[in-house]
Nanobody, 123 residues
Framework: QVQLVESGGGLVQAGGSLRLSCAAS????????MGWFRQAPGKEREFVATISWSGGSTFYAYSVKGRFTISRDNAKKMVYLQMNSLKPADTAVYYC????????????????WGQGTQVTVSS
């Protein structure tokens, strides 16, 4: 298990950028797949992006592909989500999560979660 703390959320105008960070603690971070998920009011938590333990494989939701980039630094135990060309539809609480089950998309397969960081995109 790892403990995860997100930061970097805030209020931004449409078309702007934000970079989310996720700081991990714990000995098993480097062998976990890491993901970003988001949840808007009244909606279910949804997959945004995931990255393999090595960083060699990445996956994106169709709605963010080409605009968001996930990356990780295992030496620093950090995961990042660079978000460009933000839209009001991207407004949500963003969560960082870790999985050791070889899963990429299903929140149910992620075992450790951060507390979330709010991203609000104004039109």
């Amino acid at each position: 298990q790892v403990q995860l703390v997100e930061s970097g959320g805030g209020l931004v105008q449409a078309g702007g950028s934000l970079r989310l960070s996720c700081a991990a603690s714990g000995r098993t971070f480097s062998n976990a797949a890491m993901g970003w998920f988001r949840q808007a009011p009244g909606k279910e938590r949804e997959f945004v992006a995931t990255i393999s333990w090595s960083g060699g494989s990445t996956f994106y939701a169709y709605s963010v592909k080409g605009r968001f980039t996930i990356s990780r630094d295992n030496a620093k135990k950090m995961v990042y989500l660079q978000m460009n060309s933000l839209k009001p539809a991207d407004t949500a609480v963003y969560y960082c999560a870790a999985s050791w089950r070889g899963s990429w998309f299903d929140p149910a397969d992620f075992d450790s979660w951060g507390q979330g960081t709010q991203v609000t995109v104004s039109s």
